[in-house]
C-alpha cells in the first residue's frame, strides 16, 4: 500500500523528452539513470546510438518518455544525412530537449552548432543539462553552467533550466526528472506502467550486440558496423522451466577485410562478443538465449540506400 495521497487525474502530466549533445556528451548514460535500468547502449566510442531508443520514467505524478537521438553531426555519407534528420524530427514532436553538456569538456563549436540548431526551434522548451559532473571540481562547473547559459543569451533565448548532474554519480538525477515534469502537459499516462521502452526487443537485441562488437576495435570500424536480429524463436521441445530462445542475427561490414578484425584470430574475437552481449540479451529478456552470430559483408552499405532500409535505417 502506498501513502501517498491519490493524485488527481487533472494534475497527472505525461510527455515527451529528448536529449541532444555532441557524441559521447552522456545522453544515452542519462536516460538509463533516469529510467532505473539499462535500455539505451552506452560506449566510450562517439556515435553509437542509431535508433530513437525509449526510456519510460513512471512516476506517480507523471510519465516522461524519453527519445534517444543519435548525435548531431557533419554529414558525410547518407547515412550521416539520414541521421541529422531523426534527430530534427525529434526535435519538432518533443515537449522538451535537454542539451547535454559535459562537464570535463570545453563548451566547442559542436556544441554551439547544436544550441544555434535548438535556438531555430521556438516552441519546445530547452533545458541544458551539465553532465558528468564528478569528473570535475564546483570551480570547474560553475564555469561551465555559466558558459550554458551566456551561450544562450548570445543566442537569443533563455534555458527553461539548466541543472547540473552525474548519472554515474547518480546525483541530482531525481532533481532533473523533477525539473522535467511541470514542462510536461497535463494529461494520462501515455504508456502502461512497467513498460520501460517500447523499442522492440529486436532492435534492443541488435544494439546489444552491437555494442558488445564495438569494444575494443580499431577507430575506423564503429560506423562501418551495423547489426540485423533475424529472428528470435522459443526452442521447441524445452521442459516448461527450461526455456531457451534462439536468436539469430548477422553483424554487417562494409568491406571483407574489416571481417578479420570482427572474428579475430581462431574466432576468439567474435565468440568474446557473443559470450558477453548474450550476457546482457539474457538480462533484457529474462530467459536463456542461444546466440547464433554471423559475420557478413554488405559492400558500402553506409552509401546505398537500397541497403541503408534493409538495415533498419
Ligand atoms: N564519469 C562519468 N562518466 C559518464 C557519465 N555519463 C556518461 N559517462 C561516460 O561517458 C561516455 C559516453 O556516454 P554515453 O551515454 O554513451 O554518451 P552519448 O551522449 O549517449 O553518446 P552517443 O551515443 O555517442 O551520442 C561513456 O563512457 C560513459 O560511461 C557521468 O555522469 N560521469
Not at 189 to 218: H, K, N
Request: glycine share 8%.
Amino acid at each position: 500500500m502506498s501513502a501517498r495521497t491519490p493524485i488527481e487525474e487533472t494534475s497527472h502530466r505525461a510527455g515527451f523528452a529528448c536529449f541532444v549533445g555532441r557524441p559521447n556528451a552522456g545522453k544515452s548514460t542519462l536516460t538509463n539513470a533516469l529510467v532505473g535500468q539499462k535500455v539505451a547502449i552506452t560506449s566510450n566510442r562517439p556515435q553509437t546510438t542509431r535508433h530513437s531508443v525509449r526510456g519510460i520514467v513512471h512516476r506517480p505524478d507523471a510519465q516522461l518518455v524519453l527519445v534517444d537521438t543519435p548525435g548531431l553531426h557533419k554529414p558525410r555519407t547518407l547515412l550521416g544525412e539520414r541521421l541529422n534528420d531523426v534527430v530534427r524530427t525529434t526535435w519538432a514532436e518533443v515537449d522538451v530537449i535537454g542539451f547535454c553538456l559535459p562537464a570535463d569538456q570545453k563548451l566547442g563549436p559542436g556544441d554551439r552548432f547544436i544550441v544555434k540548431e535548438l535556438a531555430g526551434i521556438k516552441k519546445t522548451p530547452k533545458v541544458a543539462v551539465v553532465t558528468k559532473t564528478d569528473l570535475v571540481d564546483n570551480e570547474r562547473l560553475a564555469d561551465q553552467l555559466i558558459a550554458v547559459d551566456q551561450l544562450a543569451i548570445e543566442l537569443g533565448f533563455e534555458w527553461a533550466e539548466i541543472v547540473p548532474v552525474s548519472a554515474v554519480g547518480d546525483s541530482q538525477v531525481g532533481l532533473l526528472a523533477d525539473l522535467l515534469v511541470p514542462l510536461m502537459p497535463t494529461g494520462p499516462a501515455l504508456y502502461p506502467e512497467g513498460d520501460l521502452t517500447d523499442e522492440p526487443e529486436q532492435i534492443m537485441v541488435a544494439e546489444l550486440i552491437r555494442e558488445a562488437a564495438l569494444e575494443g576495435v580499431r577507430d575506423e570500424l564503429p560506423h562501418s558496423i551495423a547489426v540485423v536480429v533475424e529472428e528470435m524463436i522459443p526452442r521447441e521441445d524445452r521442459p516448461q522451466n527450461k526455456p531457451l530462445l534462439d536468436v539469430h542475427a548477422n553483424i554487417y561490414i562494409e568491406r571483407p577485410s574489416q571481417k578479420g578484425i570482427v572474428i579475430g584470430p581462431k574466432g576468439a574475437r567474435l565468440k568474446e562478443v557473443g559470450t558477453k552481449s548474450r550476457q546482457h540479451i539474457e538480462a533484457l529478456l529474462g530467459t536463456p538465449v542461444f546466440l547464433d552470430l554471423h559475420v557478413k559483408v554488405a559492400k558500402d552499405w553506409q552509401r546505398d540506400p537500397k541497403q541503408l532500409r534493409k538495415l533498419g535505417f
